[in-house]
């Protein structure tokens, strides 16, 4: 049996030559639930872009140890390398919007606090409570999407912070629906390199000074639709809507 439906997880010192061994939930899962055996194949990443085909050696106590038998790179993942930053929402809202944007494909997702958020910025146990919750929705996503690369979370930031900081070579997008905004099919996407970074704001948008502060940042400000979408589809929608544009969905 080829068991194709899911990848599994592995840690990278899991893998040594050309064994691999799954333990925890994740060989539980493919031992117990799935009901694998021995001589099985399966698909396992190391969260850095890298695929194991193998076939199951062993079951005990321990997990699966398994042969792999080739490896690939980058499988189901968008040449480009979107960067999300999004306004802090509540705990469903903001388990969907993360959930959503790495079956869509971001790279990285970088939480922040504007002027018009409604949460409070976590700190302490409640911050490391969250990002192991948030760790748990993205890894849990990257199985569902067959993805070879797991997602970096970072910790929350302020709005001016996410703006000062993020310079990089690339191109930088704050979505709006302003007067000011204008649509995405007009932004040229030649040259910058292959990076994006992408914000998406609360419910109630970003203020006027946060857009100004922005465009000194040397983000384009754009609208993907004219409809006002929820921030947790918009995460979704606009990173699917950026690969689109840029050609990759063609």
């Known amino acids: 049996m080829e068991i194709r439906n899911t990848n599994f997880i592995v840690q990278p010192n899991?893998?040594?030559?050309?064994?691999?061994?799954?333990?925890?939930?994740?060989?539980?899962?493919?031992?117990?639930?799935?009901?694998?055996?021995?001589?099985?194949?399966?698909?396992?990443?190391?969260?850095s872009g890298k695929r194991y085909r193998c076939f199951i050696d062993?079951?005990?106590?321990?997990?699966?140890?398994?042969?792999?038998?080739?490896?690939?790179?980058?499988?189901?993942?968008?040449?480009?390398?979107?960067?999300?930053?999004?306004?802090?929402?509540?705990?469903?809202?903001?388990?969907?919007?993360?959930?959503?944007?790495?079956?869509?494909?971001?790279?990285r997702i970088i939480p922040f606090v504007s002027e018009r958020t409604i949460v409070e910025m976590p700190v302490g146990v409640g911050l490391s409570r969250?990002?192991?919750?948030?760790?748990?929705?993205?890894?849990?996503?990257?199985?569902?999407?067959?993805?070879?690369?797991?997602?970096?979370?970072?910790?929350?930031?302020?709005?001016?912070?996410?703006?000062?900081?993020?310079?990089?070579?690339?191109h930088k997008i704050i979505a709006d629906l302003g007067e000011r905004s204008q649509l995405v099919r007009h932004i040229n996407f030649s040259g910058g390199g292959n990076n994006i970074l992408l914000l998406v704001g609360p419910e109630a948008g970003f203020t006027p000074s946060e857009l100004e502060e922005a465009e000194r940042s040397d983000f384009n400000i754009i609208k993907f639709?004219?409809?006002?979408?929820?921030?947790?589809?918009?995460?979704?929608?606009?990173?699917m809507m950026l690969q689109y544009v840029i050609g990759e969905l063609d």
């Not at 990002?131 to 929350?156: C, F, G, N, T, Y």
């Open 58 to 107: 062993r079951i005990g106590k321990d997990g699966v140890a398994a042969q792999i038998v080739s490896v690939s790179r980058n499988i189901n993942e968008p040449l480009v390398n979107i960067t999300l930053g999004i306004s802090l929402l509540k705990s469903p809202s903001m388990d969907y919007a993360l959930e959503k944007a790495t079956e869509c494909g971001v790279m």
């Open 14 to 47: 899991d893998v040594d030559g050309n064994n691999l061994h799954i333990r925890g939930s994740e060989g539980r899962h493919l031992a117990v639930v799935l009901r694998a055996k021995k001589g099985d194949l399966f698909y396992a990443i190391d969260g």
């Open 130 to 170: 969250k990002r192991k919750r948030w760790q748990s929705v993205i890894r849990a996503a990257v199985k569902q999407s067959l993805r070879s690369h797991i997602p970096m979370i970072e910790d929350p930031c302020l709005f001016k912070d996410i703006i000062g900081t993020e310079r990089s070579n690339g």
């Open 225 to 239: 639709c004219p409809q006002r979408l929820r921030s947790e589809t918009a995460a979704a929608v606009f990173t």
